[in-house]
């Protein structure tokens, strides 16, 4: 049953807006009873279509609720089976998607190019040192505030939509999206035996930055993201020379000679100069009307019953989900 913006779901999730997107829909709701938005993620129906289906969805849904609180990462509140289908509730960020500023031409300056990707390596170095390799970094995964703040969404939801060799170069599918796919991440799509590590993630990261400056997709294939770069630079694309070199190095073809997310943010900064922002740490965050620790809710329950999710209580919410 499709959600319509006016309508209240199990009377706790008062539907705002509804917008398509390559996953699925993505629903913005109120929470009554948190009273804030959330982003309501649903897969496309025929991609979850027995029992399996959803579990696996749950389960690689479930590597993002597990990531916890980061300034620079979205959210992830809980995962919910409403009307038969996994719905993933996240934080909402009210300010649109890198893809749609690129689109809109909202990226004039190279201040604005390198906070954003500074922001986004910082948000990619917190996955990773918490174990988990994002597989899908592109402009459309990064979310922007009205502030300015840039957040790296969809932790593990690229690899919980089933493979489509037919997929469009900027759709995901299996895992990854292919216009910014990594050598490793293209080969093991062909059938070879590659281990997909944090270093798959800065080669995606590097050719989002490299969007960015461009305006528009590098390439169709991510694979060939340094030929990409340099066709761009001959045919007159300016890119700071520091930048062109992190790039390369990030474009690396073995993933142990790139960089890590925490040093290619490092660099920038150095690049950036007189830098406003602050490293953040995860540890002393906490989300404004957000609980304190992540929970999960697997199945769906009636409006009236509640599973409390074993969290903490924070200052203005209790840590139960419905």
């Not at 809980?78 to 909202?106: H, N």
């Not at 070879?192 to 294939?221: C, K, Q």
Request: glycine share 10%; with cysteine.
């Amino acid at each position: 049953m499709a959600w319509q913006p006016g309508e209240t779901v199990l009377g706790l999730y008062a539907v705002k807006d509804v917008r398509s997107g390559g996953m699925g829909v993505v629903h913005r709701v109120h929470h009554v009873g948190w009273q804030v938005d959330l982003a309501v993620k649903t897969p496309r129906p025929e991609w979850v279509t027995t029992e399996e289906d959803r579990r696996h969805f749950e389960r690689e849904a479930g590597t993002w609720v597990n990531l916890g609180l980061h300034p620079h990462t979205v959210n992830c509140v809980y995962v919910r089976t409403i009307d038969g289908m996994p719905r993933v509730f996240a934080e909402w960020v009210d300010g649109g998607s890198l893809a749609e500023a690129v689109a809109d031409g909202g990226l004039d300056t190279t201040a604005k190019i390198l906070d954003i990707a500074i922001q986004t390596a910082w948000g990619l170095a917190h996955a990773h040192e918490a174990g988990l390799v994002h597989q899908d970094v592109k402009p459309a995964n990064v979310m922007l505030a009205a502030d300015g703040t840039a957040k790296v969404t969809d932790f593990g939801l690229a690899k919980a939509l089933p493979a489509g060799e037919d997929a469009p170069a900027g759709v995901s599918f299996a895992g990854m999206t292919r216009a910014y796919c990594s050598p490793e991440q293209a080969e093991a799509m062909a059938g070879g035996d590659m281990r997909i590590t944090a270093a798959s993630d800065v080669w995606s990261w590097a050719i989002t930055v490299l969007e960015m400056f461009a305006g528009h997709r590098p390439t169709n294939y991510g694979q060939a993201a340094g030929a990409a770069l340099t066709t761009l630079l001959d045919d007159g694309l300016a890119i700071p020379e520091q930048v062109v070199a992190l790039l390369r190095s990030c474009f690396a073809d073995g993933p142990e000679s790139r960089p890590a997310a925490l040093d290619v943010a490092s660099r920038l900064i150095d690049v950036y100069g007189e830098y406003p922002r602050s490293k953040p740490k995860a540890a002393r965050l906490l989300a404004d009307g957000l609980p304190t620790r992540p929970c999960r809710c697997w199945t769906s329950a009636e409006p009236r019953k509640r599973k409390t999710c074993g969290g903490k209580r924070s200052a203005r919410i209790r840590t139960t989900c419905r």
